[in-house]
C-alpha cells in the first residue's frame, strides 16, 4: 500500500515549510519563534529549515521554481493575516490535491510504483475532478475562467501589474451564496520566469480573501459576478482615469490592522454611495498590507479584456516616464 500521501508528508510539504520559514524571516523580520508557532513546528525545526539550501530541498519531479512560487504567495498572506490557521490547512491541501492530478506528485507516484503507470491510474483525478459532479452552471463557470486566465497568460504586460501577494481572478455563480460557489485558481496566479502564469486549473471553493469580498459586494450588486486584484500605484490610478472607470479609494490608518474586513466593508459602502456600481476599489495598503487595486466586471472573460487595456495603458506609460528622465 502506497498512496501518493506519503511523498506529500515526506517530500511537498519539508519543502514548504523551509521556503515559507525563509520567506518569512528573510523578507518580512519574523522571529524563529513566531515562525514556529504560526506552522506549528519547534523552534528547533524552524532554526534547521534557514539553514537549508533551497537550490537542494526540492527533490524531482517537483520544479524549485514553481514550488517557491506558491510558497511566497502562502507567506504573502501569513505575514498580512489573511491566512487563519484553518485557510492556510486548506490551501495546503488544495495546492497537493491540485499536484495529483496529473501533476508532480503524480508523476513522482507513477515513478515510485510502477503498476499504476502499466495500469493507466486515474483515482485522484476520479476522487477530485470528476465532471459528473459538475452541474452545467458551473462548468460555464469554469470555462470563462479558464479562458480568461488564458488571455492573461498571454498578455506580456500584465506580469507588471502581479502584486507581491500574488493575483487572483475569481467568479461566483448568480445565486452565490457561500466560498463553495465562488471559483479561482488555487496558488493564484504569479510570477515565472518574467510571465504570469496559473499554477492550477480553476476550483471552486478555493479562495477566501477575494471570494469573500465578491460575494459581500454581489449583496450590494448582483451585476458583480468576477473580481481580480492587481497591484496598485500611481500608474495604475492613472490608466483606470483615462478608461474612465469608476473608482472609491480605501485610504487606512497607520494603525489599521484588520484588512479584509475593513475592505470589505468600505467596498459595500462606495457602491452604495455611488449609485450601485463601481469598477474599482481600491485599496492604498497600510501596516503590513500591500495596496491593491480590486476590479470588478460580470464575467472573468470580461475582467480580463479589461486588465489587459489597464495593463498596456501601464507599460505605455513606464515606457514614457522612462523616455522622460533620459
Given at each position: 500500500m502506497n498512496p501518493p500521501c506519503e511523498l506529500t508528508v515526506r517530500?511537498?510539504?519539508?519543502?514548504?515549510?523551509?521556503?515559507?520559514?525563509?520567506?518569512?524571516?528573510?523578507?518580512?523580520?519574523?522571529?524563529?519563534?513566531r515562525i514556529a508557532r504560526r506552522l506549528g513546528v519547534t523552534q528547533a525545526a524552524v532554526s534547521g529549515y534557514l539553514t537549508q539550501d533551497l537550490e537542494t530541498i526540492a527533490p524531482p519531479p517537483f520544479n524549485i521554481e514553481e514550488l517557491r512560487s506558491i510558497s511566497k504567495g502562502l507567506t504573502a498572506e501569513i505575514a498580512t493575516k489573511r491566512l487563519n490557521y484553518v485557510d492556510l490547512v486548506n490551501n495546503i491541501c488544495e495546492i497537493c490535491l491540485s499536484l495529483r492530478r496529473?501533476?508532480?506528485?503524480?508523476?513522482?507516484?507513477?515513478?515510485?510504483?510502477?503498476?499504476?503507470?502499466?495500469e493507466r491510474c486515474i483515482i485522484c483525478m476520479q476522487?477530485?475532478?470528476?465532471?459528473?459532479?459538475?452541474?452545467?452552471?458551473?462548468?460555464?463557470?469554469?470555462?470563462?475562467?479558464?479562458?480568461?486566465?488564458?488571455?492573461l497568460e498571454s498578455a506580456p504586460e500584465f506580469t507588471e501589474l502581479v502584486p507581491e501577494v500574488c493575483s487572483n481572478i475569481v467568479m461566483?455563480?448568480?445565486?452565490?451564496?457561500?466560498?463553495?460557489?465562488?471559483?479561482?485558481?488555487?496558488?493564484?496566479?504569479?510570477?515565472v520566469r518574467g510571465k504570469a502564469k496559473a499554477l492550477m486549473d480553476p476550483e471552486f471553493g478555493v479562495s477566501s480573501h477575494?471570494?469573500?469580498?465578491?460575494?459581500?459586494?454581489?449583496?450590494?450588486?448582483?451585476?458583480a459576478r468576477a473580481v481580480i486584484n492587481v497591484k496598485y500605484d500611481e500608474m495604475v490610478l492613472d490608466a483606470i482615469k483615462k478608461l474612465n472607470l469608476s473608482y472609491a479609494v480605501l485610504k487606512r490608518s497607520?494603525?489599521?490592522?484588520?484588512?479584509?474586513?475593513?475592505?470589505?466593508?468600505?467596498?459595500?459602502?462606495?457602491?452604495?454611495?455611488?449609485?450601485?456600481?463601481?469598477?474599482?476599489v481600491i485599496d492604498e495598503g497600510g501596516f503590513a498590507i500591500e495596496?491593491?487595486?480590486?476590479?470588478?466586471?460580470?464575467?472573468?472573460?470580461?475582467?480580463?479584456?479589461r486588465i489587459i487595456r489597464v495593463s498596456r495603458l501601464y507599460a505605455k506609460g513606464r515606457l514614457s516616464g522612462k523616455a522622460t528622465t533620459e
Open positions: 517530500s511537498l510539504l519539508p519543502t514548504l515549510r523551509t521556503m515559507v520559514a525563509k520567506e518569512l524571516a528573510q523578507s518580512y523580520g519574523w522571529t524563529q519563534t496529473g501533476g508532480a506528485i503524480c508523476h513522482a507516484h507513477k515513478i515510485k510504483v510502477p503498476e499504476l503507470e502499466e476522487l477530485h475532478m470528476s465532471l459528473a459532479d459538475i452541474s452545467d452552471v458551473r462548468r460555464v463557470i469554469l470555462g470563462d475562467l479558464r479562458a480568461a486566465v488564458s488571455l461566483a455563480l448568480k445565486d452565490a451564496q457561500g466560498i463553495a460557489d465562488v471559483a479561482g485558481i488555487p496558488g493564484r496566479m504569479v510570477r477575494l471570494a469573500k469580498l465578491l460575494l459581500a459586494v454581489k449583496s450590494a450588486d448582483v451585476k497607520q494603525k489599521s490592522r484588520r484588512d479584509e474586513d475593513e475592505l470589505i466593508e468600505f467596498a459595500k459602502c462606495a457602491i452604495r454611495d455611488m449609485g450601485g456600481w463601481v469598477d474599482v495596496p491593491n487595486a480590486y476590479f470588478f466586471e460580470e464575467s472573468a472573460t470580461k475582467l480580463a479584456d
